[in-house]
T-cell receptor
C-alpha cells in the first residue's frame, strides 16, 4: 500500500462545482501539505499543516480551503472551481523538516 | 519565503554524457536543501538532501550535489547519464517551508 494516498486520481468537472481532494497517510508524519503543479512553474504550495490544530496558507491559497480531520488526513477543497485551477495536485507529508513524501497526484480538469 | 532558481528549463543529452543542473536560492541562514526527481507519470521522489556537514552529498542512482554557501547554490551532477534518467528534476529549499524551483526537464537520448 502507498504511504501517501490521494483520491481521486483523476477528476473532470465543470466550472462552479465544489470539489474535494483527499489525502491520507500511513507514515505517522506530523506535517501535511498540498501543492499544485503547472508546466514551467514547478510546485507551488497551497496550504500546509504542522499538526491537527495548525493550518497555514501557502503562496497560492486563494480559491482553496483545507481541513485536517486527523493527523493522517488532510483534504483540499475548491469551493467553486474555475478553469485556471486545472492542474496536477500533490499531497505530501513530512516529519518535521525531514524530506517530504509525495502522493501519486490528482489530475484535475475544470471545463 | 525563499525564491529558488533553476538555470535550465530543458536539457537534452546523449547517454554517457555528464549532467550538471544549477540551482540557486535567494537568501542565507539555516536552510535544508533537496533535489527531487519526477519520472514521467510519477510522483516526486527524493534524490538527495543536504542538512549540514560535508557540502558534497551523494544521493541515489549515482547523483551528487554540492552546496556552496557563499554562492547560495546547490548544483546537481551525474558523471554519466542513462536513458532512464529522463525525468524532471526539482531543486527545493526549506527554511520554515519548502520552496521549489520551476524544474528542469532532462531528456537523455539513447
Amino acid at each position: 500500500d502507498a504511504d501517501v494516498t490521494q483520491t481521486p486520481r483523476n477528476r473532470i468537472t465543470k466550472t462552479g462545482k465544489r470539489i474535494m481532494l483527499e489525502c491520507s497517510q500511513t507514515k505517522g508524519h506530523d506535517r501535511m501539505y498540498w501543492y499544485r503543479q503547472d508546466p514551467g512553474l514547478g510546485l507551488r504550495l497551497i496550504y500546509y499543516s504542522f499538526d491537527v490544530k495548525d493550518i497555514n496558507k501557502g503562496e497560492i491559497s486563494d480559491g482553496y480551503s483545507v481541513s485536517r480531520q486527523a493527523q493522517a488526513k488532510f483534504s483540499l477543497s475548491l469551493e467553486s472551481a474555475i478553469p485556471n485551477q486545472t492542474a496536477l495536485y500533490f499531497c505530501a507529508t513530512s516529519q518535521g523538516n525531514q524530506p517530504q513524501h509525495f502522493g501519486d497526484g490528482t489530475r484535475l480538469s475544470i471545463l | 519565503a525563499q525564491s529558488v532558481s533553476q538555470h535550465n528549463h530543458h536539457v537534452i543529452l546523449s547517454e554517457a554524457a555528464s549532467l550538471e543542473l544549477g540551482c540557486n536560492y535567494s537568501y542565507g541562514g539555516t536552510v535544508n536543501l533537496f533535489w527531487y526527481v519526477q519520472y514521467p507519470g510519477q510522483h516526486l521522489q527524493l534524490l538527495l538532501k543536504y542538512f549540514s556537514g560535508d557540502p558534497l552529498v551523494k544521493g541515489i542512482k549515482g547523483f551528487e550535489a554540492e552546496f556552496i554557501k557563499s554562492k547560495f547554490s546547490f548544483n546537481l551532477r551525474k558523471p554519466s547519464v542513462q536513458w532512464s534518467d529522463t525525468a524532471e528534476y526539482f531543486c527545493a529549499v526549506n527554511d520554515y517551508k519548502l520552496s521549489f524551483g520551476a524544474g528542469t526537464t532532462v531528456t537523455v537520448r539513447a
